[in-house]
Structure formats: C-alpha cells, structure tokens
C-alpha cells in the first residue's frame, strides 16, 4: 500500500475518487490531512474537506471492470499525455499511483498535473487501442 504524500496528495485532490469510496465494499484506508505535504492515518470513515480514502491497487482495479487488463498494460508503456512524452512507469512510483491516473483517465477523462488533475485535451495521446 503506498503512503507516500505524493499519492496521498493525488488522492486528496481527488473528489470525483471520493465520490466512489462507498460503491467499494472492502475495509477503506482513510487519512487526514495536516498541512501541506503531511497526512497521517484516520478512524473516520466520512469523506470531508480534510479526511479522504487511499484506496489499494485492488480497489481501484474494482473501479474499471469493463475495461481489459491488456488496455492498461498499454496504457503504461505509451505517452501519458502530449504535455508530457514520459510514460507512467516512469513518472508515477507505486502500483497505486499507476492504477489511480489510469482509473481517473479511464473513468473521468483527468490527467495528473503534478498538483492537481485536470480535464485531458487530447484523448488521443493516452488512449490505448
């Protein structure tokens, strides 16, 4: 399970995620946040405006059943968006950190700006076929 505050961050940045917290029936990871760049781990179970779920490579696999596992073995190894030519296994750090930027792509159209996620223009560069 990552912890780290990078992905922690990607997930605190993410409502459209929290959104979908309680459609996964397993035990949640929440956390709380702090201050900038520092979390730590949480009894709440209600996502607000400091606490969130960290969800596990698992869980987020559960958020794109329809979509074949071959889709996202491509998806890593081509250009993640045309803002950026690198591919994800070489921008993201943790198995959770790939799964999460291939779910909030797949699902809501988002890219990873380093900071926050933003509407994807262009499709077409990290779309798999």
Known sequence: MDYSNEFCEMCFQSAELQSLKDSIPTRKVMMEKLSENKFCSSISETVTDIYFWIPSETQLQRLVPEIPEAHYFN???????????????????????????????????KIWNESDWVKNTSLEDCSSS
């Open 75 to 109: 998806f890593l190894r081509e250009s993640y968006h045309s803002a950026n030519t690198e591919i994800p296994l070489n921008i993201f750090k943790s198995f959770e950190q790939y799964w999460l930027v291939f779910v909030m792509l797949q699902r809501f159209k």
